[in-house]
């Protein structure tokens, strides 16, 4: 487990996506804490959820992740895939685990009448958006891919369309209807199958 | 949905969408013409177009992010509480204290009324996912270290998105303060530091390493005990391997809590890195030994008043403790013999490998000590209490005894190469040819660890499908050292695309990179020593492999050495040094016959044939024709009794040329893996067992969750609680603490357990009056799966046990705390579970009810109600608890809302639910449930196997449960 790779995240990324899992086991306590410094905006009362300055956190999250400048992939495109896919999965995964401390699961004894009730407005289900995205790429999986860059990997349009070799315009509708197969999977409306 | 089919529904929806909403309704019938299906898809889908903003004008990140704040109250609560708050049941007092560790808190428990401590992880680390896991693992890790010296962890909780442990809050004093700069008295010196060091024997023992004992994590009670605080946390300071004190960065953020904390107490000497081991300093991973030189410093504390090292800055400090060594003892303290700073020497030696290897030899020098210099009346307690922890280091791994060339007694010696815990067994291992390197497999993946330094690396896993649910399994090393062998095996979880060539041999460099394949449907069996040629079995049949095979180490030239006749299967090939020869075994249906053989030709010689060879596990032929093996003995129960032999086999005529003698006397495992260093002189071996082990529990006021939890009986043989005795202050078990399994009684405040029936097992249950206990009678010579039971009582004060009658096979039993007790028997064709009435003296009564099992999976399960009155089944581990009235004959489904396979259940004793334990992917699960199915969880065990049971006691305050553990390191054996 002694490695250099600490230093290393490109190297770490690079082994996450060639399915290395303790190579994510290293990244994720990174993530989180821009996770954790997003919290505190909102605790502070400042508005993170303007995407501009989210994106910019993301942003932070990658360079930090990649350290330096010398990016060793083979383009740009493909490095920003991969980030978009690591948030994916560490923000899922920070949800089923919230999901399953709130069901009791785990080491973690408490009885359900002392967890919280969900706050008011229910929180949007990261772990249900992502598989109603593995659907979604089971139908069209380029579709799934816009919504994984630009949900979680926060890139714009025109960095989303570079990533996917696609037109800006077609991003935008595969993001429209995107939404809306997602929204429709999630709140769990009968589909049809044909 | 075809891809046609979704092009379509794409386009209509967009222009749909370009069009008023008014409008699309008739837009669309007339595009979908009699499309209803088509039409209705679009339509759904439009409904969402609108009501996206909620979700997707957020990033991932923010969603998560807000979670975060939901998750902490919103509050406060991600820089710590405050006083007067509620945390879960506790109730902050005050802040008490905050280091590196974490801040601690007193509390008062709002439901046991009672005062703890509570410490939080520092809101730095509280952030760190992976400190967060490695604080959950460990501090449960700690929790179940149930010892007189160590602080008792209550509860472990991060319900509240902040993990904090509650623990024991003690009155007293730390260590530092106890020392305050002076020499302390002998018999005060000697009665903690015998304390602390049983404290550590106890850690070690169970895997744990402190990593951090200094006199301030060490309390002396105002009654004089001491009790040495967070145990296992301190890994997370330290960081693991890849994370060292020094140059990873989480130690840098770290590092300032720790200089802080110690200036606050002096404001001169520099951080507590004054006690930390060379090893530490370097950053090299760390084993018992760290804590081994970290007493010692602390023993010299004790006796001189001062810290062996100093240094005016951290640089200077931690170069004194690479290079320095400190005046001695006795210099400082003239009042203690020379042989205590003897002790300490030996403890605080710079290379671990010249230290005491354990705490358990240190803390029998300073008995040895202790008892030469105070008067033996003053130290008798100390005697027993030693006795009796010397007593169980004897039965950890002590007891090898040799015999060797014509009777001359030579004493092999023994290393342990790896401290992993239960939850992280070694599977198997094998040791380079130089001797430097090991190359293991944990639970799941594959590591080089240098003997030298200590650090282990991950080897990468090949990008292949499904290899993640894989086991591993490490094979021999090429002679030149460069690369070794792994074989791949599927799992229960592999998935069935993978299985395809799931059992592979992998060639492995030692210098980093991807495995690479070397043959699919084999099993590495040995390289020449030469590196020229790779030993497989291939086909595998009944027995095992069918074919012998070779192949050069680049797999382009494989060949056939060997078939086996029909019903027959080769293994094991060893190569001869020179490579003319093998010996390997062929199994048949009399068992394994172990052959050498010239590979040129002429008849095979017969090494050894069953019955010698019935329990055989692992066998190596070194060059200088030593041929060691490993047999288990018939008393082993599950590899619990293992034992290395040793005989000499003849490299070029493969005849014996000196019978077999056993080697060793092993009481409690079993060894396979071997592999030899390249002189021969040092044979690399997994060690294992698995034993059942019960563990006691008191429940919370509301029975819904699991305040503490003690190991009992605390042995190291297997005890399986099965009943609580009627009074519920004891419980009866069956052990196999005297080589065979018989069952036995035990006061819960007591040491001291009572045989009932010296040779029986199982099927435990006392009868309704108190006075009876039934058990499971012996099953001669037969499968106790399919052969009729004898039941049988005795009484629970003691007495003559007595056959009552013979049920079925696989039966069960079940009793009341009022009036009845039934028995469960499975009818012929495992369709039915028949349940009758059951009396201690007449046996079998009437028919009760019955109820239907899965005849493929048999694995149901029943209980009947404490009232006596309804018999809860399942028809296997998959279905709902069915629940039976006997009076009515009525019946009512529960449906646990718990996906997992129920395996075992028992009524509570309000009847009120169960207590059930579960299988999950990690291992066990003990759950609370009620009636409608809502489910608990008490208490998850990782890497639990088996079965596991659980019993509340008869009021309902307490649960006993037993399960099995398995443990697996790597030893190495020499001067054999």
Known sequence: MASSSTQNLTGLL???????????????????????????????????????????????????????QKVSWQNRAHFLAVCARLMRRVLTDYARSRDYRKRGGGLVRVSLSEVQPPAAESDPDLAALDEAMNKLAAVDERKSQVVELRFFGGLDVKETAEVLKVSPETVMRDWKIAQAWLLREMSGAKRHES | MNPERWRQVEELYHSALRIPPAQRADFLSTACKDDVELRKEVESLLTFSDSTATLFEQKGLDVAAKALVSDSGGNNQLDGPSPGSLVGRFRIVEKIGGGGMGIVYKAEDTKLQRVVALKFLPPEMAEDAHAIGRFRIEAHAASALNHPHICTIYDIDDATGQPFIAMEFLDGTTLEQRIGGKPMPADELFTLALQIASALETAHARGIVHRDIKPSNIFVTSSNQAKVLDFGLAKLQAGDSSDTPLRSESARRYSH????????????????????????????????????????????????????????????????????????????NSKLPSDFGKIVTKAIEKDRNLRYQSCSELAADLRRLHRRIFPRSRVARWIEVGASILLMAALVFAVWIAKHKAGTPTQPEFQQLTMNSPENRITTGAISPDGKTLAYVDSTRVYLKDLHTGDARLIPLPNVPGVETLQWEVGPWF???????????????????????????????????????????????????????????????????????????????????????????????????????????????????????????????????????????????????????????????????????????????????????????????????????????????????????????????????????????????????????????????????????????QALDSDIAETLVPSASGLLHVSPDGKWLFFRGPIENSSPWLTPMPIMRVPVAGGTSERIFTAKAEAGISCSLLSLCVIAEPTQDLKRVVVSALDVFTGRGRELTRFEMDPVKNDWWFDLSPDGKHIASTASSDAPIRITSLQEQLTQDVHLKFQNPLLTFVWSPDSKGFFAIADTKEGRILLRTDLKGSVHPLWAYEGGSGETLAFPSPEGRRVAVQHWTTNGNVWTISNF
């Open chain 2, 257 to 332: 809590l720790r200089d802080d904390h110690r200036l606050s107490f002096t404001g001169a000497v520099f951080g507590t890195a004054g006690y930390m081991s060379p090893e530490q300093v370097r950053g090299e991973k760390l084993d018992v030994r760290t804590d081994v030189f970290s007493f010692g410093l602390v023993l010299y504390e004790m006796a001189t008043g001062r810290r062996a090292f100093r240094g005016s800055t951290r640089g200077e400090l931690l170069d004194a403790i690479l290079d320095q060594r400190p005046p001695s003892v006795r210099a400082a």
């Open chain 1, 14 to 68: 690079q082994a996450w996506r060639q399915g290395d899992e303790e190579a994510l086991r290293q990244i994720t306590p990174l993530v989180y804490r821009e996770m954790r410094k997003a919290a505190r905006h909102y605790m502070a009362g400042e508005r993170p959820g303007h995407s501009l300055q989210t994106t910019a956190l993301i942003n932070e999250v990658y360079l930090r992740l990649i350290g330096v």
């Open chain 2, 479 to 745: 002679p030149d050292g460069t690369k070794f062998t792994v074989n791949t095996h599927p799992t229960s979880t592999t998935p069935p695309a993978a299985l395809q060539g799931a059992d592979a041999i992998w060639v492995v460099p030692q210098s980093g990179g991807m495995p690479t394949k070397l043959r699919e449907k084999a099993v590495v069996f040995d390289i020449s020593s030469d590196g020229s040629q790779v030993a497989f079995g291939q086909n595998m049949g009944k027995f095992g492999p069918l074919e012998l095979w070779s192949t050069d180490a680049d797999a382009t030239s494989p060949h056939k050495l060997y078939d086996p006749d029909a019903n027959s299967a080769l293994c094991c090939l060893r190569w001869s040094h020179d490579r003319q020869r093998i010996i390997y075994v062929k199994t048949d249906e009399s068992g394994d016959t172990f052959l050498s053989r010239d590979l040129k030709g002429g008849a095979p010689v017969v090494l050894l044939q069953p019955p010698e060879t019935k329990k055989v596990r692992d066998y190596l032929w070194l060059p200088d024709g030593r041929f060691l093996y490993v047999v288990e003995e018939p008393s082993s129960f599950f590899g619990s009794r293992c034992n290395f032999w040793m005989m000499r086999v003849d490299q070029h005529s493969g005849q014996v040329t000196q019978s077999a003698t056993q080697l060793t006397h092993v009481g409690d495992s079993c060894m396979n893996s071997m592999s030899v260093t390249a002189d021969g002189k040092k044979v690399a071996f997994l060690r294992w067992n698995s034993h059942l082990a019960s563990y006691i529990a008191d429940l919370s006021a509301d029975g819904m969750s699991i305040l503490r939890q003690t190991r009992f009986p605390k042995s190291e043989s297997s005890d399986g609680v099965g009943a609580w005795t009627p009074d519920g202050k004891g419980i009866i078990f069956v052990s196999n603490r005297t080589g065979t399994f018989g069952i036995y009684k």
